[in-house]
Nanobody, 123 residues
Framework: VQLQASGGGLVQAGGSLRLSCAGS????????MGWFRQAPGKEREFVAA????????YYADSVKGRFTVSRDNAKNTVYLQMNSLKPEDTAVYYC?????????????????WGQGTLVTVSS
C-alpha cells in the first residue's frame, strides 16, 4: 500500500485547510485510516482516525470540534478538514493505514505511512 498526502501549506490563524491522503490497493476500503502529526522538536502525536466504513471517528482532544476526518472509499482517499487553525497546529501531518480497531490512536499499530505534508499556521 502506498499513501500520498497532500494539501498542506501556509495559512493564517483562524483559517482552514483540507488535507487529502490517496491510497493504492484494493484493500484500502478495509483499512482503519489515521492522521498523525509531528511538530519540530516534538514527538509524533495522534490527530484523528476513521473506521473502514466511516461510521466511527476518533479525535485528539486538541483538535476535537475543529478537525473532521472523512473518507471516500470509491476514490481510495481519506480527508482531514482543519478549521479554526492555531499556530500550535503547525506540524508535518502524516496519514497512516491499517490501524488496529481496538487502538486507533496508537501509531505503532499502523502498517503503512505516507510521506507527510507540512502545515504552517502563522499568528
Amino acid at each position: 500500500v502506498q499513501l500520498q498526502a497532500s494539501g498542506g501549506g501556509l495559512v493564517q490563524a483562524g483559517g482552514s485547510l483540507r488535507l487529502s491522503c490517496a491510497g493504492s490497493g484494493r484493500s484500502f476500503s478495509r483499512y482503519i485510516m489515521g492522521w498523525f502529526r509531528q511538530a519540530p522538536g516534538k514527538e509524533r502525536e495522534f490527530v484523528a482516525a476513521i473506521s473502514w466504513s466511516g461510521g466511527s471517528t476518533y479525535y485528539a482532544d486538541s483538535v476535537k470540534g475543529r478537525f473532521t476526518v472523512s473518507r471516500d472509499n470509491a476514490k481510495n482517499t481519506v480527508y482531514l478538514q482543519m478549521n479554526s487553525l492555531k499556530p500550535e497546529d503547525t506540524a508535518v501531518y502524516y496519514c497512516a493505514a491499517n490501524g488496529n480497531f481496538l487502538r486507533p490512536k496508537t501509531a505503532d499499530e499502523y502498517d503503512y505511512w505516507g510521506q507527510g505534508t507540512l502545515v504552517t499556521v502563522s499568528s
